[in-house]
């Protein structure tokens, strides 16, 4: 059977050059990064290199990236890292209704803590209004996160224009960054945002390692309190190995950022092409021309997406978004950009990667469009 993989937004694979990279550090460079002999230093040195890779392709300092176990710590340290903190008095926290679990369920946290919570919806483009942040703010809010591109539709959110509105109002800034990193440009500088998480298996690095941006000044609490590992910030020995490979793929993702953008983009767009010339009334969600270059959310009209699927084993991609792909309901994103439950149900993302060819777009188009045509009929 000849898999197609496009669902590079629920995972990405380990690039050769990559683990080749990390090899070393599981069988000869094996030391403690803390110690202080040769094999220490070694690994000390290799995670030095690797914060380095991060922090140029985030447009940041190196003292300002924290490693961390993956994008779901990253958004749970930059949330409850702020709110902990002994001194915190404002109580006030602002994201949206489109956000992954890893921000949304840190956020129910914090209400059961008493910390008040808002929610900002979304156009049906699946992009948040700058002016529905600016009212949401108030007098107490701390911080307002709001996810740098959808992991759904690929919407891309106006993350400049939020943190400007937050800077006037003396509010900090935080920026899920999961599935843009590696696709379109992710400086901080130029975003404006204060805290960016960043997960390494988006972005063909391991699985189990990622990395917070923290500006210089910004203060949080951590959530594991031990030897004082990472500045402080995040306590526990490093994962030597894998953040060798988040630094490896972060080097890989600044030099051919332009060029893969440019080609996966082209892919997308014939995807697109054929499949709607094959499909009737074939939907695209939220489709603009600011959208991730690689992701394509498409709904196939009167036929459930899961049935559609079940007759394509070979074909691997997902029915929203691949967190939520256990559950009948429509997503909190689909649901908030208006639609409908029975439109949902034939709903199917496409995500293509960095090794996705155009063989694999025309057979994954005729596949997808032969499974439709044999169910409507």
Known sequence: ????????????????????????????????????????????????DAREHVAMMLGAMSGEIVFTSGGTESNNFAIKGLFLRPDQKKRHFVTTRIEHPAISEPARFLKRMGVDVTLVGCDARGVVDPEAVRDAIRDDTAL????????EVGAIQPIRE?????????????????QSVGKIPTDVGELGVDLL?????????????????????????PLLHGAGHEHGLRAGTEATPSIVGLGSAARLATRELDANRERIAKLRNQLWEQLSAQVDALQWNGQSDNLLPNTLSVNFPRVAARDILARIPELCVSTGAACHSGSTKPSATLTAMGIDEATARGTIRLSLGWLTTPDEIEHAADLLAEAWFQLKA
Do not use: W
Request: aromatic fraction near 8%.
């Open 162 to 178: 939020i943190a400007t509105i937050c800077r006037q109002r003396g509010v900090l800034v935080h920026t899920d960054a999961a």
């Open 1 to 48: 059977m000849r898999r197609i993989y496009l669902d590079y937004n629920a995972t990405t694979p380990v690039l050769a050059t990559t683990l080749a990279e990390m090899e070393p550090f599981f069988v000869r460079h094996f030391g403690n990064p803390s110690s202080e002999h040769v094999l220490g230093r070694a690994a000390a040195e290799a995670i030095e």
């Open 144 to 151: 307002v996160s709001v996810m740098h591109a959808n992991n």
């Open 197 to 221: 998480s960043i997960a390494g298996h988006k972005l063909y690095a391991p699985k189990g390692v990622g990395a917070l941006y923290v500006r210089d000044g910004v203060v949080l609490e």
